[in-house]
């Protein structure tokens, strides 16, 4: 058996804001990545929800989340995408409203509006979360 990396852990904990504008929901591409993430990212030590969640946002896509509109929209469970085979991440999704302009900040290198046809450009957790939001009716298949 081979040593086990304690720097790897076994589950990801990460949050991520579902934007949905006209069908379609908001992706970000990170410099260096060929496949799309639903922004946000990991919580930091002793961050709830709402404050890692909106420390995430506002250095990927610029905006203010108002933390008085958080909705729990799902949590998914899925392979974690740029993790040693047998990595999960748990991404727990909120919807929220923002207030600013949505633009690509620091690791991000582009935004993108998605729709359920565009799932073959996300990481695993992002398919599921699309699914989701078609089956729900709230962006096109
Ligand atoms: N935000 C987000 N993270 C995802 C998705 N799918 C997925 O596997 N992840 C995983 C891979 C990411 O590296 C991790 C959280 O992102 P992050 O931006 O905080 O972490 P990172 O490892 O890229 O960067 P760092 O902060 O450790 O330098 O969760 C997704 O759709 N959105």
Redesign the pocket.
């Known amino acids: 058996m081979g040593a086990v990396d304690s720097a790897t852990p076994a589950v990801?904990d990460?949050l991520?804001w579902v934007h949905v504008r006209d069908g379609r929901v908001l992706q970000v591409r990170?410099k260096g990545k060929d496949v799309f993430?639903?922004?946000?990212?990991?919580r930091e030590p002793g961050e709830n929800d709402a404050e890692a969640l909106i420390r995430?946002v506002a250095e990927e896509v610029s905006v203010q989340l108002d933390p008085a509109t958080l909705q729990l929209f799902t949590v998914v469970d899925?392979a974690?995408?740029?993790?040693p085979e047998g990595t999960r991440?748990r991404?727990t999704c909120y919807t929220a409203e923002c207030t600013g302009d949505l633009a690509p900040r620091s690791?991000i290198a582009e935004l993108a509006w998605f729709t359920q046809a565009d799932a073959d450009r996300?990481?695993?957790?992002?398919v599921r979360v699309l699914a989701e939001l078609a089956q729900r009716g709230l962006v096109t298949r």
């Open positions: 990801v990460a991520a990170p993430y639903f922004p946000g990212g990991k995430e899925a974690a995408h740029g993790y991440v991404l690791e996300c990481a695993p957790a992002g």
